[in-house]
Protein backbone atom coordinates (compact mmCIF):
# COMPACT_ATOMS: atom_id res chain seq x y z
CA UNK A 1 0.00 0.00 0.00
CA UNK A 2 2.77 2.44 0.86
CA UNK A 3 4.29 1.97 -2.35
CA UNK A 4 1.41 3.59 -4.37
CA UNK A 5 1.93 6.35 -3.08
CA UNK A 6 4.83 9.01 -4.71
CA UNK A 7 8.49 9.28 -3.24
CA UNK A 8 9.52 12.20 -3.23
CA UNK A 9 13.14 12.30 -3.57
CA UNK A 10 13.41 10.17 -6.41
CA UNK A 11 10.35 11.69 -7.93
CA UNK A 12 12.24 15.14 -7.52
CA UNK A 13 15.41 14.11 -9.34
CA UNK A 14 13.41 12.48 -12.25
CA UNK A 15 11.51 15.97 -13.22
CA UNK A 16 14.81 17.25 -13.12
CA UNK A 17 15.69 15.15 -15.40
CA UNK A 18 13.20 15.07 -17.80
CA UNK A 19 12.89 19.01 -17.54
CA UNK A 20 16.75 19.03 -18.66
CA UNK A 21 16.53 16.52 -20.88
CA UNK A 22 13.49 17.14 -23.10
CA UNK A 23 12.95 21.36 -22.34
CA UNK A 24 9.04 20.68 -21.89
CA UNK A 25 6.94 22.48 -19.54
CA UNK A 26 7.70 19.81 -16.75
CA UNK A 27 5.85 19.70 -13.44
CA UNK A 28 7.77 20.69 -10.31
CA UNK A 29 9.16 18.27 -8.11
CA UNK A 30 8.65 20.64 -4.81
CA UNK A 31 5.06 21.88 -5.17
CA UNK A 32 2.43 19.45 -4.39
CA UNK A 33 0.27 21.76 -6.95
CA UNK A 34 -0.01 20.22 -10.32
CA UNK A 35 1.97 22.57 -12.41
CA UNK A 36 0.30 25.49 -13.71
CA UNK A 37 -0.70 24.90 -17.46
CA UNK A 38 -0.25 28.30 -19.42
CA UNK A 39 -3.58 28.64 -21.40
CA UNK A 40 -2.79 32.62 -22.59
CA UNK A 41 -2.53 33.67 -26.11
CA UNK A 42 0.13 33.12 -28.15
CA UNK A 43 -1.27 36.66 -29.52
CA UNK A 44 -0.36 39.47 -26.70
CA UNK A 45 2.73 41.76 -25.70
CA UNK A 46 2.84 40.38 -22.05
CA UNK A 47 4.38 37.52 -20.84
CA UNK A 48 3.82 36.52 -17.33
CA UNK A 49 7.03 35.01 -15.32
CA UNK A 50 5.50 32.52 -12.41
CA UNK A 51 6.93 29.52 -10.83
CA UNK A 52 10.20 29.73 -12.77
CA UNK A 53 8.26 29.66 -16.22
CA UNK A 54 7.53 32.11 -18.58
CA UNK A 55 3.50 31.90 -20.34
CA UNK A 56 2.92 32.41 -22.68
CA UNK A 57 6.97 30.92 -24.31
CA UNK A 58 6.34 31.84 -27.58
CA UNK A 59 4.35 34.79 -28.89
CA UNK A 60 3.99 37.20 -31.83
CA UNK A 61 3.37 41.16 -31.98
CA UNK A 62 3.39 43.40 -34.55
CA UNK A 63 6.25 45.66 -35.55
CA UNK A 64 6.77 48.30 -33.49
CA UNK A 65 4.94 46.49 -30.38
CA UNK A 66 6.66 46.64 -26.77
CA UNK A 67 6.58 43.27 -25.08
CA UNK A 68 6.25 43.66 -20.86
CA UNK A 69 7.77 40.71 -18.66
CA UNK A 70 5.91 40.84 -16.22
CA UNK A 71 7.60 39.15 -12.43
CA UNK A 72 4.66 37.19 -10.90
CA UNK A 73 7.40 34.69 -8.95
CA UNK A 74 8.71 34.83 -5.87
CA UNK A 75 12.29 34.90 -7.04
CA UNK A 76 14.45 37.73 -9.15
CA UNK A 77 14.41 37.15 -13.20
CA UNK A 78 16.85 38.84 -15.97
CA UNK A 79 15.40 38.59 -19.14
CA UNK A 80 17.53 39.22 -22.07
CA UNK A 81 18.17 38.47 -25.92
CA UNK A 82 19.31 35.26 -27.31
CA UNK A 83 22.33 34.11 -27.58
CA UNK A 84 23.38 33.73 -24.63
CA UNK A 85 25.72 34.90 -22.66
CA UNK A 86 26.30 38.13 -25.85
CA UNK A 87 22.91 39.47 -25.98
CA UNK A 88 23.13 40.48 -29.02
CA UNK A 89 20.09 39.24 -31.83
CA UNK A 90 17.49 41.75 -30.35
CA UNK A 91 18.90 44.07 -27.65
CA UNK A 92 15.44 45.60 -27.53
CA UNK A 93 14.92 43.09 -25.62
CA UNK A 94 17.79 43.46 -22.66
CA UNK A 95 15.88 46.90 -21.61
CA UNK A 96 13.28 44.82 -19.94
CA UNK A 97 16.14 43.16 -17.64
CA UNK A 98 16.63 42.66 -14.59
CA UNK A 99 12.74 42.24 -12.69
CA UNK A 100 12.22 41.95 -8.96
CA UNK A 101 9.38 39.69 -8.01
CA UNK A 102 6.09 41.99 -8.36
CA UNK A 103 7.80 44.38 -11.01
CA UNK A 104 7.20 44.63 -14.24
CA UNK A 105 9.63 45.72 -17.41
CA UNK A 106 9.05 46.53 -21.02
CA UNK A 107 11.50 46.10 -23.63
CA UNK A 108 12.17 48.70 -26.28
CA UNK A 109 10.27 49.12 -29.61
CA UNK A 110 10.70 45.93 -31.80
CA UNK A 111 10.93 47.34 -34.92
CA UNK A 112 12.46 44.55 -36.92
CA UNK A 113 10.16 41.81 -38.32
CA UNK A 114 12.23 38.56 -37.06
CA UNK A 115 12.20 35.77 -34.45
CA UNK A 116 14.01 36.86 -31.09
CA UNK A 117 14.59 34.53 -28.59
CA UNK A 118 15.03 35.34 -25.25
CA UNK A 119 16.02 33.84 -21.05
CA UNK A 120 16.24 34.54 -17.94
CA UNK A 121 20.13 35.15 -17.68
CA UNK A 122 20.42 34.24 -14.43
CA UNK A 123 18.60 30.96 -14.84
CA UNK A 124 19.84 30.04 -18.47
CA UNK A 125 19.74 26.14 -17.95
CA UNK A 126 15.89 26.65 -17.68
CA UNK A 127 13.54 25.99 -20.64
CA UNK A 128 11.00 26.96 -19.38
CA UNK A 129 12.31 30.35 -18.79
CA UNK A 130 12.96 30.84 -22.63
CA UNK A 131 10.94 31.32 -25.30
CA UNK A 132 10.24 33.64 -28.49
CA UNK A 133 9.39 36.76 -29.36
CA UNK A 134 7.97 37.06 -33.12
CA UNK A 135 7.88 40.36 -34.86
CA UNK A 136 5.98 40.57 -38.10
CU1 LIG B 1 22.23 35.23 -20.94
Same mark, same amino acid.
Given at each position: ?31 ? =?????? *???? +?? #? ?9 ? !?????? =?????? *???? +?? #? ?9 ? !? ?51
Amino acid at each position: MAAARLAGGPGVVASLLAALACGGTSSSGTSP =SPSPTC *TASS +NT #TTITISNNAVC !PQNITV =SRGAQV *TFVN +ND #TRNHDMESDPH !PEHTDCPEINQAGFIAPGQSRQTGNLVTARRCGFHDHQNFENTALRGSITIQ
